[in-house]
């Protein structure tokens, strides 16, 4: 018998990618194991089913699942769907693991052993799995063609007949991997571009893609590469320092995160008040709460004159190519337990125990259980 993996067309409202694309799909295929997806799972990113070699189709989600060990998804499943999952069966997304108590609790209930992408170790061993990098490269740069097209100037500097046009003023929020693609997405479209973190290593990234960096003097470095959160002081001076740059860009991009907290509030209602007229914001960040104070999340608002955009969910407007580096960071995290069609997991492994989220009816990562512990308190 060799593994059956399993993918289903992902069901979440706007979500166009899949977790299995013709390229895994034949490659986990070369690993022995057989490949079965719901019919038209990869049509959004523009897979057809005839493009995924030597897998079957299944017309319903109970076909897709049965017997299935292995099941790729994008979005996590919802409770109908894990009630269709067979009890036992190893399952791989972007789970949202901090979100949903009921999810986890149907998910222990059938003894799903889930791993969840977003609790990946980042270590350089598994940069070719790292899902929430090669999405949130597609986020950048998607924040810099919406930029581009919302902008109500030219982004390059042109010489005309009528005249010299200056180029458009955009400002980075934020230098982690979707905001140095943004910072290249607009430089490559000839805008004018700075940008800032809090990060002390980002100075160096930010001016090596062409691009000033804005010096607040507050440096946070904290955990694991990541930024800390600000104390009130630092987010005074950076407030300060940050007003000037705010005030004079036309297009301020905000990428700036906290893993597992909500997003920091950088751009105060008071800040948009000074900005120029028709200048745009691209939030980012609306996603974990917005960056702007007035960032309404999945919405376009109008303050003052400035348009502020809080999009969702940006990777899921380039469905190929989000699918298909998604699809790849998954073929990296799995097939190194594949031999000879069989699934075998070292329990040792720092990858594998970093990124299980639920293994013999429980909770197997310690901040998600104690998330879940204080909502079942609150
Ligand atoms: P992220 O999405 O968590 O945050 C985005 C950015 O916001 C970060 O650069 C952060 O410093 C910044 N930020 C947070 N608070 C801020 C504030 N108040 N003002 C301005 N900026 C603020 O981060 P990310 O893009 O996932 O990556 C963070 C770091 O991890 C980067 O150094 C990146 O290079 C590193 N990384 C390492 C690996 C690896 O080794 N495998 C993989 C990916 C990323």
Redesign the pocket.
């Known amino acids: 018998m060799t593994i059956k993996i399993a993918t289903a067309r992902e069901r979440a409202p706007g979500e166009h990618r899949v977790a299995l694309v013709p390229e895994t799909a034949k490659k986990f295929q070369a690993l022995g194991a057989s490949v079965v997806l719901e019919s038209t799972a990869g049509l959004e990113s523009h897979f057809m089913d005839s493009s995924y070699e030597g897998a079957r189709f299944a017309p319903h989600l109970a076909g897709v699942y049965d017997n299935a060990e292995l099941i790729l998804r994008v979005t996590p499943p919802s409770l109908d769907e894990i009630a269709e999952m067979p009890e036992g069966a190893v399952l791989i997304g972007l789970l949202r693991p901090f979100e949903d108590k009921a999810r986890l609790e149907a998910l222990n209930a059938r003894r799903i052993t889930a791993f969840s992408m977003e609790l990946l ?4 061993r ?2 070719s799995m ?1 899902v ?2 090669s999405q ?1 490269a597609c986020a950048g740069y998607q924040c810099g063609l919406i930029a581009a097209a919302r902008c109500t100037k030219f982004f390059p500097m042109l010489t005309t007949a009528a005249g010299t046009v200056r180029p458009a003023r955009v400002l980075v ?8 693609q943004a910072i290249a997405t607009c430089r490559r479209q000839g805008a004018m571009v700075e940008a ?4 002390a ?2 100075r160096e ?1 930010i001016e090596s893609l062409g691009a000033k960096f804005v010096d607040t003097g ?1 440096s ?3 955990a ?7 104390s009130a002081e630092e ?1 005074a001076q ?1 407030a300060e320092k940050l007003a000037k740059a705010v005030a004079q860009a036309d297009v301020v991009i905000s ?5 597992g907290k909500k ?2 509030v ?1 751009i105060t209602e008071d800040m948009v008040k000074r900005m120029q007229y028709g200048a745009i914001i691209v939030d980012m960040a609306a996603e974990s709460g917005g ?1 702007c104070a007035l960032t309404k999340p999945g919405e376009h608002v109008i303050a003052n004159d400035v348009n502020i955009h809080g999009p969702l969910n940006l990777p899921s407007r380039m469905p190929t190519h989000a699918s298909e580096l998604y699809a790849k960071n998954l073929y990296n995290f799995l097939s190194p337990w594949i031999k000879d069609g069989q699934l075998a997991f070292d329990w040792d492994d720092e990858i594998l125990n970093g990124t299980l989220l639920c293994k013999d009816g429980a909770i197997a990562n310690a901040a998600v259980s104690q998330a879940m512990q204080a909502l079942g308190e609150a």
């Open positions: 170790p980042r270590i350089s598994a940069q790292d929430l990098s949130a929020i934020g230098a982690g991997v979707a905001g140095l800032y973190d809090v990060r290593a980002s990234q507050v946070a470095d904290g694991g590469g990541y930024a800390r959160e600000l987010k950076q990428t700036a995160a906290i893993p997003a920091p950088i960056n």
